[in-house]
């Protein structure tokens, strides 16, 4: 069963650095894409950072020059660095996985979430 558990959520000022790591059961390369989601009560789940097997990482606009998504293939695990961190990167950030089955069909998996609050 593939599970997805994210970890290093927390309360952090405004201008801060927070870490957040997900660890991958299997094999990291299972997935096509992996990446970070955020969302916040009455909101869609919003993207923050992808990164495919191949190609380049994508951001959002919002956090584009503050976070950085990278996959550490010896722990397989898919971490987010977010830096000089806003109020407005509060929210519940979900680590995802895309894979691609031998039918062709796609799926996702999701963990369960950490919160990341930012205030003063």
């Known amino acids: 069963q593939v599970q997805l558990v994210e970890s290093g959520g927390g309360l952090v000022q405004p201008g801060g650095s927070l870490r957040l790591s997900c660890v991958v059961s299997g094999s990291i390369f299972d997935f096509n894409v992996l990446g970070w989601y955020r969302q916040v009560p009455g909101s869609q789940r919003e993207l923050v950072a992808v990164?495919?097997?191949?190609?380049?990482?994508k951001y959002s606009d919002s956090v584009q020059g503050r976070f950085s998504i990278s996959r550490d293939v010896t722990k397989n695990t898919v971490d987010l660095q977010m830096n000089s961190l806003k109020p407005e990167d509060t929210g519940v950030y979900y680590c995802?996985?895309?894979?691609?089955?031998?039918?062709?069909?796609?799926?996702?998996?999701w963990g369960q979430g950490t919160q990341v609050t930012v205030s003063s």
């Open positions: 990164t495919p097997r191949e190609g380049f990482t």
């Open positions: 995802n996985g895309e894979r691609m089955m031998p039918t062709g069909s796609i799926v996702h998996y």
